[in-house]
């Protein structure tokens, strides 16, 4: 590791911690020239693939944006945050295991929905209004419907 100090290539660890989400580990460094000390981390390297939006466009996969959206929706309801984390943690590590190269936004869409529609409706047609662009009233009232008939049919499937 190359010194920020004075650029000398040789170092020796003097600590190591692994971090309280057991994902990095902290290393306390010396020079091997200027004896300074200094911090790196380390952490596996994560390969995501590229999610392809509905326009084409590619991004790298953020799991902030997820966890925005997600957490925006059930604001100010009663959805513990560590489900919404722990979803994000099992979406992650089913896109990275997938091996695929791209997804597509609407792959991702699509599961986030289904898991807040069994968090919280509320939350659900939130983040289904704004996921699906509604246009206007009727299409909103249309989703609202479709929710309470899947509601009708969980609870009395012999309908």
């Given amino acids: 590791m190359r010194c920020p100090f004075c650029g000398f290539l040789d170092d020796k660890v003097i600590d190591s911690r692994v971090s309280r989400d057991g994902l990095v580990i902290r290393r306390r460094r010396e020079c091997g020239e200027c004896q300074k000390r200094f911090t790196t981390y380390e952490r596996v390297e994560e390969t995501l693939p590229m999610v392809v939006k509905k326009d084409g466009r590619r991004e790298i996969f953020d799991r902030l944006k997820i966890s ?74 249309r989703e609202v419907e479709n929710l309470f008939q899947s509601r009708v049919v969980k609870d009395h499937p012999e309908k």
Avoid: W
């Fill in 68 to 141: 925005m959206g997600m957490k925006k929706a059930c604001e100010k309801l009663s959805v513990s945050m560590d489900h919404i984390e722990n979803f994000i943690n099992e979406l992650e590590a089913d896109i990275q295991e997938s091996g695929r190269k791209e997804i597509p936004s609407t792959d991702i869409g699509e599961r986030v929905m289904n898991q807040l529609r069994k968090m919280h409706e509320v939350a659900y047609v939130r983040f289904a209004s704004v996921y699906r662009q509604f246009k206007d009233i009727t299409e909103f009232k």
